[in-house]
């Protein structure tokens, strides 16, 4: 059972930067396709960024590619997801996930990270 641990969201002024993190327990994670996903109030979760098991290929939802930037780190059992230029409308909980080869997210959901961007 891999448990996933969000941190690094915060308030932030439109224009400005975060930097999430999400650590990962368990020996398989680095076996597996991980992804970002999001919930803003009102709104269902929504897949933002995802990274193959090496980190050589990443992919994006088309309202976040340019700005954001995923990553991970094996060897910290660790995936990344650096958001820059952050506007008001990013604003949600954010939460990483294993995917399924088709991309679906698998297990449980964390507690997720706040990121709320002020305009």
């Known amino acids: 059972q891999v448990q996933l641990v969000e941190s690094g969201g915060g308030l932030v002024q439109a224009g400005g930067s975060l930097r999430l993190s999400c650590a990962a327990s368990?020996?398989?994670?680095?076996?597996?396709?991980m992804g970002w996903f999001r919930q803003a109030p009102g709104k269902e979760r929504e897949f933002v960024a995802g990274?193959?098991?090496?980190?050589?290929?990443?992919y994006y939802a088309r309202s976040v590619k340019g700005r954001f930037t995923i990553s991970r780190d094996n060897a910290k059992n660790t995936v990344y997801l650096q958001m820059n230029s952050l506007k008001p409308d990013d604003t949600a909980v954010y939460y990483c996930?294993?995917?399924?080869?088709?991309?679906?997210?698998?297990?449980?959901w964390g507690q997720g990270t706040q990121v709320t961007v002020s305009s």
């Open positions: 990274i193959s098991w090496s980190g050589g290929s990443t």
């Open positions: 996930a294993r995917l399924s080869p088709e991309g679906s997210p698998l297990g449980s």
């Open positions: 368990g020996r398989t994670f680095s076996s597996y396709r």
